[in-house]
């Protein structure tokens, strides 16, 4: 995809979006990723606004990314069914550590703003919380897996 100023790539909007929220959730003055010829640097300004630099030394057609299928299992067909989902690509981790309990089982009952898990990204051990209360129906990912953003990770059976 090229962008009206010439042979320079239009970085996708959704890239830049999702690039300023990890910028925003991490202490991160900076964030820069390369795809083919296509360079991308995000930087926080003061209250942090940010700023997108992009760059490339050749022409280039298309930038793809990653997608995440929807499957059945990801629908939410019952209203009493909610389904938690990575806010980050990490790695997920049922425990704070490997010789500490895991946060949530299967058949237990939690709250909103419970920790639940840890999707560690970039370095960074981030504390998912619950964003609905229930009892945790299924449990999608196995500890230690890569996860991709928005894949699920538990389904609620709302209580």
């Keep these: 995809m090229k962008s009206s100023r010439g042979s320079e790539p239009e970085v996708p909007e959704r ?3 999702r690039l ?3 910028l925003r959730a991490t202490d991160l003055a900076e964030i820069e990723i390369s795809v083919g010829e296509l360079k991308v640097r995000v930087k926080a300004k003061e209250a942090q606004a940010v700023q997108v630099v992009s ?5 280039m057609t298309s930038l ?5 299928p929807t499957s059945s299992r990801d629908k939410e067909v019952n209203a009493d069914v909610h389904i ?3 806010p980050f690509v990490g790695t997920f981790y049922r425990s704070p550590s ?3 309990p895991v946060f949530v089982e299967k058949g237990q009952s939690i709250s909103k703003g419970q920790i639940i898990c840890i999707v560690e990204a970039m370095k960074i051990m981030n504390e998912i919380e619950s964003d609905s209360s229930g009892i ?9 897996t890569p996860v991709d953003f928005n894949a ?5 059976r709302r209580s």
């Design 84 to 86: 938690i989902r990575s």
């Design 64 to 68: 793809s990314m990653p997608t995440t």
């Design 136 to 144: 945790v129906d299924t449990i999608y990912v196995e500890d230690g």
């Design 152 to 156: 699920p990770l538990f389904s609620l």
């Design 20 to 22: 300023s929220e990890l």
């Design 55 to 59: 760059t490339a030394s050749h022409p």
């Design 15 to 17: 890239v830049i979006r």
């Design 98 to 100: 490997p010789s500490s």
